[in-house]
């Protein structure tokens, strides 16, 4: 029973190199619950790995057909191993997040073999405040980083006390059976499959839309503000990567990013934008790498439903992209934040004066190049469309639990590509904005510096707001 | 500073993908000196990783120079980044060697990047009798798997007082200084790479040699007993290979396997064959794939001094390799030892009656098809030469130390292969024999399940001996 693969996952299994692995991870931090025993994180592992049924998604592995002359297909994996997709490890002493994060870093560093389906899970023991983390990777030909933490999420429950929950790869029974072709299960919010998908087959009615986009074009060339980015400056951030990457972490309460909001006329997500374009331009100083024109980030929105009329085909929401001018040479936090703020505020004028598919066309025009130019072998980037993509992706505002262990904490781990060597990825979660930094471990030095950056940029813009 | 990258070792690099990776490992296991704090581990991997200056051979990667035309060369690694390549990790509770051996497993089944210098080593604390493993890798065009255990054994004392030992990375200071290009250091025994390097470079020396070799293939053809063998069964061992590996590793005291030896007229590599054979035939036989004739290994082995005029240019010893039939068909353990012993014998025979080099040069044509296969891109091994490769390799006889900490065990880790899926390699320390056995972690279900039937098979022995 094979199924052939869609053009988008068969560009991201293709673009796959061993310096470019395309999965997509998550990190999750647990409490356990009262009354634990010390075998409680062997039995948790045992939980997630003695599954009855595994859902098709998670059966399913590429495999190049001889029949169709090559083509790329799915296949169920005959052989299935369950224990060699749902590990168990531990951290050094002292275990601190520091060492978690250096593992996470290792396992977010090795590819996914074809042979087998496209994903693993690692229960990780040895935190030494007691908790308990879980690694995910996921390929992102199966599923967009968005996606596979919702998938992760989706299994876990508000109340403590409910037990006997399944694992995020089982057969659910409750749930509405996915096909039985192994066929991914309905996209949730899939912002890069979307817009590839869209460069690769909406071209032809986005090629008639004369409008809106040449205006864009037009404000973007005379390198005003706009939604598409055409000046986006060379950094060390904007170079060819190695395989080897490193994971940075933390969250911070959402309740100071809206504050400094309130206070100054911003939005969260432009706190969020501030809080980066003050950490790398410190992080990029100190370096002695700072461009002297600010660096342009790609940042996903949300188009709502009722300013969209194309609804995605699987009932996700349309999402367009949005090129933020950083503001990183200025040198005042407050200015940075305004700056940020007029960058977003005309972006998102400029996509909704289009329909939806030109939006998404657009968006593709900006965002194609990063992710095509590797599937098409393209070695290296002229000039880069932006110079790092940050996603902010709303989560869960209630506390959530598995089998009665409390959830606190969900970060995620992304792809860094050619000429993309930092990703930042954020999510919302029970009252937290977790922040997810996944760059190449050499393109971009002491990734974890940024932390500090980020911590200490929130707190002069909370200086700034007068909070 | 780049230097061409020899023919070997350009072939072990080139054969190389994602399904065969191509480097050896090592595990050690120590036992912490008296007095050690909580700490030890930690100071144990600070030890390992804080070191002054870094030999050569371990600095340097693999690049392909535009300038030389595509040709690969070594070059330093300019930014060379310790952490990337001394680990330390720990194992979940309960912290058995079974969790040992599956992160051996899982370190083991991970590609080196070309990027940098091809080592790592990982520190291993969390097993729970309190002793500590390190696991070391390094590509096969480095060292070979022989050489690269003695590397980790020389930085090693008899003396347990002796502290501020170095790492067998770390340049010593009284050591012969490798060269400043970064050439490997004297091979220790190189069986792989010098039976390649015969096969490529003295096939033309070789091909006049009529005498010895017509013989023994004429001998081979009638099925006889040879050095040479051409009538090797298909197994489930002999398929192509997926990148995922299982290591399992045990150790017997030598005494025992003397003992049998002793009382049956044999000798102790006969006893390690004749356990490898009855181990074999009891997991084939649980798989219903046993098949109706012999399995054939290829044993590599010395070759004398006096023997032999060829001295290896480095010094080492010359090799050869002898085709023993392992009476896999027989159901007696004393008929299959004594099987073994016959068919060793009389392909000793059959070496020492060709000069050394047409020696070397026919254990070319016998294991050139398994290593030079892959690199030509030939996928399945058609008829296979041989089952697999049994090796056995003698160690220091004396307990040894590092800093104090007593190395207790040393198993080695070496290279399935497409056609070969099994590779079981054994060496000697301290009184003890330490099996390793690497497998295909698809092709050879429950490959620990080896461990008892090796284990039984040793009991059987010495019951059919009567010791």
């Given at each position: 029973m094979v199924n052939p693969i869609d053009p988008t996952a068969t560009g991201f299994l293709l673009a796959e190199n061993r310096n470019m692995p395309m999965h997509v991870g998550g990190l999750q931090l647990f409490e356990k619950p009262e009354?634990?025993?010390?075998?409680y994180v062997r039995e948790m592992y045992e939980q997630m790995r003695d599954v009855d049924e595994i859902a098709p998604l998670f059966l399913k592995h590429p495999h190049r057909s001889a029949r169709t002359a090559g083509q790329l297909v799915w296949r169920p994996?005959?052989?299935?191993?369950i224990e060699h997709h749902v590990r168990h490890s531990a951290l050094p002493k002292p275990g601190r997040i520091r060492e978690l994060l250096e593992l996470c870093s290792r396992l977010h560093s090795t590819r996914l073999a074809?042979?087998?389906?496209?994903w693993e899970a690692t229960i990780i023991e040895g935190l030494r405040d007691g908790r308990v983390a879980m690694y995910t990777k996921t390929h992102h030909a199966l599923v967009d980083g968005v996606s596979a933490m919702r998938l992760l999420a989706?299994?876990?429950?508000?109340?403590?006390?409910?037990?006997?929950m399944p694992a995020p790869w089982a057969m659910r029974p409750?749930?509405?059976?996915?096909?039985?072709?192994?066929a991914s299960p309905?996209?949730?919010?899939?912002v890069s499959a979307q817009t590839v998908r869209a460069a690769l087959a909406i071209a032809s009615e986005a090629?008639?839309?004369?409008g809106a986009l040449v205006r864009t074009l037009n404000r973007s060339v005379r390198n005003e503000?706009?939604?598409?980015?055409?000046?986006a400056p060379r950094t060390i951030l904007n170079q060819n990567i190695t395989g080897s990457r490193r994971f940075a972490a933390q969250d911070w309460p959402i309740e100071r990013l809206r504050a400094v909001g309130k206070a100054s006329g911003t939005t969260i997500n432009d706190v969020v934008l501030a809080m980066v374009s003050g950490a790398i331009r410190a992080y990029l100083l100190e370096l002695d790498a700072l461009p002297d024109t600010t660096l342009v980030s790609m940042v996903p929105v949300g188009l709502k439903a009722k300013e969209?009329?194309?609804?995605?085909s699987d009932g996700g929401n349309a999402v367009g992209s949005v090129m933020v001018q950083?503001?990183?040479?200025?040198?005042?936090p407050a200015d940075r934040l305004a700056a940020i703020h007029r960058s977003m505020v005309d972006g998102k004028q400029g996509l909704s004066s289009m329909t939806p598919t030109q939006i998404l066309a657009m968006s593709a025009l900006g965002q194609a190049p990063a992710i095509l130019g590797p599937a098409l072998r393209?070695?290296?980037?002229?000039?880069?469309?932006?110079n790092l993509i940050v996603s902010n992706v709303p989560g869960p505002r209630t506390t959530h639990y598995w089998n009665g262990a409390r959830l606190v904490g969900t970060y995620p781990l992304s792809i860094p590509i050619n000429g993309m060597a930092l990703n930042i990825t954020c999510t919302s979660y029970d009252g937290k904005l977790c922040f997810g930094l996944t760059g190449c471990r050499r393109t971009v030095?002491?990734?974890?510096?940024m932390l500090g950056h980020l911590d200490a940029e929130l707190r002069a813009l909370e200086r700034a707001a007068g909070v």
């Open positions: 009354g634990a025993g010390r075998g994996d005959e052989q299935f191993d074809w042979e087998r389906p496209l989706s299994v876990l429950s508000t109340d403590p006390d409910e037990r006997d409750g749930a509405p059976r996915p096909a039985a072709d192994g309905p996209s949730l919010g899939d090629a008639g839309m004369p503000t706009s939604a598409l980015s055409l000046y969209s009329q194309l609804a995605s950083l503001g990183t040479h200025l040198p005042d393209m070695s290296g980037i002229v000039r880069p469309p932006y030095p002491r990734l974890q510096l």
